[in-house]
């Protein structure tokens, strides 16, 4: 029978999602040197080698792969146990989930979550970090520095699994020169022939083209204006009349500015509000959250 000791496991996990020892560490808040014995001992407990070293980092090797595969949803499995076990018991649910957001005004959201959600359960600490963009948010979950997101869907990555909490109606943000800036509301046709501005944030072509609107619904494409990597630059591109620019309407509103206008579009699909999160987080904190954020999400 082979002995093998649970934090070894995490250990394990938090090196392969972040493919570094030193990010491993400071996730678990651990030093390099006891990171590093734990996979000296998971190694030794199953006769294999589990990772490689390379210029980059560490590897999994393929036996590294495999127990990945299969000691997360153990791992994660065992943290949902310990949860039913302490609500059948009448014991409040403990442990310490990592949020992340990338858009302000989801910031603002997060941290009235946590703040809600730690009063509800003291026994659960949530922590809530910031990402520049989208793409960084993904890839902080990804490699296991983060646990779960609130985010616009969708994110076009099939390792995240999202539970929808609202759905927010779109509109258009244009220059205060554009022809429709006196519009009470228009429509994709009216936009049809206006470049839009593509913010590189995304870490997939669906979710870019979700925010592009592309294609229209008359099987046109869209036509696609600047690129910019943030949204202050959007607005320079805005406040100059070289494009538009659709948005969920809850990050319009605290996005306008001098210079741009906020129009709604009668014909455009809403973009989901979601909880985002990998296959490694502590699925029972998740589901506590997910639960808790569609309880209070028309607070906020």
């Not at 127990?67 to 949803?73: E, I, N, Y």
């Not at 296959?279 to 997910?290: C, D, H, Y």
């Amino acid at each position: 029978m082979i002995d093998i000791d649970l934090r070894h496991l995490r250990s394990f996990l938090a090196v392969g999602a972040a493919s570094s020892i030193s990010q491993a560490a400071t996730r678990l808040h651990m030093t390099q040197q006891g990171v590093s014995q734990h996979l000296q001992h998971l190694e030794r407990a199953l006769g294999v080698t589990l990772l490689v070293r390379t210029p980059r980092g560490v590897a999994l090797t393929a036996a590294g792969e495999r127990l990945a595969a299969g000691a997360a949803p153990l791992v994660a499995g065992l943290d949902d146990l310990a949860l039913a076990v302490r609500a059948t018991g009448g014991g409040e649910p403990r442990g310490r989930i990592r949020l992340v957001s990338a858009a302000f005004t989801i910031t603002q959201l997060s941290i009235e979550i946590a703040k809600s959600l730690e009063a509800a359960h003291p026994g659960v600490e949530v922590e809530v970090a910031t990402a520049q963009r989208p793409i960084e948010a993904m890839r902080m979950l990804l490699e296991g520095r983060a646990d779960a997101s609130i985010m616009w869907l969708p994110t076009g990555e099939d390792r995240l699994t999202a539970a929808p909490v609202r759905s927010d109606p779109r509109v258009v943000l244009l220059s205060e020169r554009h022809r429709l800036a006196g519009r009470a509301s228009v429509t994709l046709a009216d936009l049809a022939e206006d470049p839009v501005v593509v913010v590189d944030a995304f870490a997939s072509a669906q979710a870019l083209a979700h925010r592009v609107v592309d294609p229209r619904p008359d099987g046109r494409p869209a036509v696609r204006g600047p690129v910019v990597a943030t949204l202050e630059e959007c607005l320079t591109q805005l406040r100059r009349n070289r494009g538009v620019w659709f948005a969920p309407r809850a990050m319009a509103e605290w996005a306008v500015c001098s210079g741009v206008r906020l129009v709604p579009v009668a014909d455009i699909e809403p973009t989901p509000l979601a909880v985002v999160w990998p296959a490694a987080a502590p699925r029972g904190l998740v589901e506590l959250l997910v639960e808790h954020v569609r309880e209070r999400i028309g607070e906020f």
